[in-house]
């Protein structure tokens, strides 16, 4: 199945599993004859040229292929969203319920209802950060109760502004992405802080609005204002969304530090934390593994196992607000564990005013009942 993820093309493609080898090879560098030899010599099967264009054909018009058909619909798209003032909940009615008083209830019963009380490590009650996860609400509802138990205990009564960090799961050409908008939710909308994200702009050495599209459908963050929106209830509060990419430093494996424009941009938001007294929420899943993620097959009970114990390892990393440590240890095998957190998680660790303390509030692994293929994810709140 072919899914577009930032919503140019609606709906999906169902591709027959014999199909696979020939768009496999839609990559820009491939002639359709190109293709149907290549695949010709791989199955050794005849493969008809004509087959190659009907379905390079089909797939275009549905705005599954970069051709013309595709760039006119994208840049019309991007076009409204650029104009709009409201980012809409992409995900309403799907990944969560669209009813605002289902979706109360729910946060409240099935999320809030189930998490445990844990007081703040050390004597330290003021919260600066917390780290929850992105998996759906449905599938995530102990980790998001857990996550957002800790802000409902410990937000100090004046914070008004969050910066919210995200992974954006679409390709970024810079390592950051701002967007100034509210964020719409059943529950009413989040406010952007127009003052904040215009000063951390004009201090970047790049277009921190380059890929600001990838927003309009991203759940990374999307997930974390109805659940900021849901606690605060009427309670007057910005948000300042920012999407993590870190493309570069995540293929490479180099740190982010060694990027002047990386850092010019993580002090910037530093600063605009100092000045807002904002609390830094990082939407951050962690390791992807399983035949759904490319594996030949699920993990055995003692593979499981071991994945906890290495994301425990990254976890302490981050609870120590080790950053180096943590991108260190992530970065290592990201081939393999597919952490899609590490930029967000990175970016809070970066942020947050020395002296910050770490507590992990839950680990857990979300098992597919189908195929077994394994999310993991974590709630952690930050002290100060």
Sequence with gaps: MLRDTQGVAEGHALLPMELVPIVARFTGSNTCEDIARQVAGESGAAVPVELVVKVATELEEALFVEGAPYKRARALIEQVFAEADVRAAS?????????PEKLAEYIQRDCLGKADSHAAPN??????????????????????????GVLAQRLPPEVTTFVILGTSHAPMRQPFA?????????????????????????AADFDPYEDQFNHKREHSLEFQVVFLRHLLGNRPAKIIPILAGLGHQQATGESPIRSRSVERFLEAVRRAVDATGAVVIAGADLAHVGPRFGDPRPLEESERTALGETDRESLDHAAAVDAEGFWSHVAGDLETRRVCGLAPI??????????????????????????GSIVSHAALGFYA
């Design 91 to 99: 995900h309403a009615g799907g990944a969560y319920h669209d009813d």
């Design 123 to 148: 004597g330290k009650s003021r919260l600066v950060g917390l780290v929850a996860p992105h998996i759906d609400p449905w599938r995530g509802a102990r980790g998001y109760g857990e996550a957002y």
């Design 346 to 371: 990175y970016s809070l660790l970066r942020i947050l005013a020395p002296g910050a303390t770490g507590h992990l509030r839950h680990y857990e692994q979300n098992v597919d009942p189908d195929e």
């Design 178 to 202: 701002l967007c100034r908008k509210a964020f719409a939710t059943p529950l009413g909308p989040m406010d952007a802080d127009l003052s904040a994200i215009d000063t951390i702009a004009a």
